[in-house]
């Protein structure tokens, strides 16, 4: 069955790397425009608290105060038009990369960085955010999105799910399956593939043949769109218009954003044994949050005060980040093995006492 959104193969972009507006008769008028001053303000706001609380985290790691972290820093412009583009009662599926987008659907940071801490939980509500918990299995979340917007759909509900994932993502079969699914029984869903160039260290070129990830979304039917995913303007034109889609006419929509994961894949990773610094320093000029700046200072749109109002504001959030990181509950150890089964089995009580062992005499040593 045909669908009325036109898939657009060719990268949409609304603002250059430099700051400057594409030229307005590149698109139509009536389906890709700049935002409005105030909403791109806000986004800017939204980006600039969101790489802070990034920069935050991974300092945090160094200091041994979370477990691991998995920064989204250059990608925040896809997190933040994501979280902007759902309407109250959408579902959000984010990956463990999505930290930002989940802040930006209103849920404490300090809550979302528990699990990143050793924590066995997700700390936040799903329910009373609509934001499923963070995955670190690839695509798994895929599925589980694809579920509950054809749920909501059969039982007549107005509810779109985003999903979320990276290029790595497309390589699992649950990617593929959740897409032909989607695409078969017109699931609601919006699937937005951050293109970061690498699933850790394996490059796009080794991952597949396609001409752009979007394609994979032409082959199963679904409308699809690749957008430049350092391009806040375009993304949340492209977003909100494929929400609006899914919502309208319970059919699926792929995504691709064209962007870079400018730090280390986590903090544990050594991003030199698979990509050299000058591919780096290629990226650094098209950042989203410097060219969303260059564009609003142009327009009169952002002054100086706005923007030290902005920062200050970043810096209580990070203030209240570490505050809250250091002083929260620490996770008890049996909480790994007590939650497995019903009844803990012999293998997983020897695991347990060798573990309990172990920090005793890690105790004594200290």
Known sequence: MSSSLESVLDTVRLIDPDGSPVPP??????????????????RYRSM???RRINDQASALTRQGRLAVYPSS???????????AALRPGDWLFPTYRDTVAVMERGVDPVEILTWLKGDRHCAYDPLEHHVAPQTTPLATQLLHAV?????????????VA??????????????????????????????????????????????????????????YGVPAVLVDGNDVAALDAVLREAV?????????????????RVQAHTNADDPTRYRTEAEVEEWRPRDPIARLRTYLRARGALDDAQEATITAEAEALAATVRDGVSHGPAPDPDDLFEHVFSAMTPQL??????????LVAEGADR
């Not at 609006?244 to 962007?259: C, F, I």
Request: charged letters at 20%; a negative charge; one cysteine or more.
């Open 147 to 159: 579920g509950v917007a054809h749920a909501g759909r059969l039982q007549g509900q107005d509810v």
């Open 73 to 83: 820093h250059g990608q925040e412009a896809c997190q933040v038009a994501a979280a």
């Open 244 to 260: 609006a889609h899914a919502a309208a006419g319970g059919r699926p929509v792929l995504v691709e954003a064209d962007t870079y």
């Open 25 to 42: 008769d590149r698109y139509p008028s009536d389906r890709y425009a700049i935002p409005a001053d105030a909403d791109l303000v806000a």
């Open 48 to 50: 600039v608290l969101g």
């Open 162 to 219: 985003m999903a979320l994932c990276g290029d790595g993502a497309t390589s699992e079969g649950d990617f593929h399956e959740a897409l032909n699914f989607a695409a078969v029984f017109r699931a609601p869903v919006v699937f937005l593939v951050q293109n970061n160039k690498y699933a850790i260290s394996v490059p796009l070129s080794r991952q597949t043949a396609a001409p752009s990830l979007a394609h994979k979304g032409v082959g």
């Open 349 to 358: 009580r020897a695991q347990r006492d060798l573990l309990r062992e172990e």
